[in-house]
């Protein structure tokens, strides 16, 4: 089993910016990918960001390129989710999740954070 836990959320004036981090523990691999989720209220959770194992190779939302980063630290089993220029349409919890393979299917990942809530205000 591996536990995810969110950390970093809170309340912004758009523009502005949030460092999402997710720490993991138990049974970890550094050989995962790990990505972050959103879900607004009263809307399906899309992807938001993907990372591969060695932190090489990362891929993003159309929503979110060129203003939020990841990446990762695998000697802290921690990711990250750099989101700067941060927009009202942003306002979502933020999930992250771990899994064996390279997709943006959540269904395809085995573990998941319990979410941390982001709010940006106009």
């Known amino acids: 089993q591996v536990q995810l836990v969110e950390s970093g959320g809170g309340l912004v004036q758009a523009g502005g910016s949030l460092r999402l981090s997710c720490a993991a523990s138990g049974r970890t691999s550094s050989k995962g990918v790990m990505a972050w989720f959103r879900q607004a209220p009263g809307k399906e959770r899309e992807f938001v960001a993907i990372?591969?194992?060695?932190?090489?190779?990362?891929d993003y939302a159309d929503s979110v390129k060129g203003r939020f980063t990841i990446s990762r630290d695998n000697a802290k089993n921690t990711v990250y989710l750099q989101m700067n220029n941060l927009k009202p349409e942003d306002t979502a919890v933020y999930s992250c999740?771990?899994?064996?393979?390279?997709?943006?299917?959540?269904?395809?990942?085995?573990?998941w954070g319990q979410g941390t809530q982001v709010t940006v205000s106009s």
């Open positions: 999740a771990a899994g064996p393979m390279w997709t943006m299917n959540a269904a395809r990942f085995d573990y």
């Open positions: 990372i591969n194992w060695s932190g090489t190779t990362n």
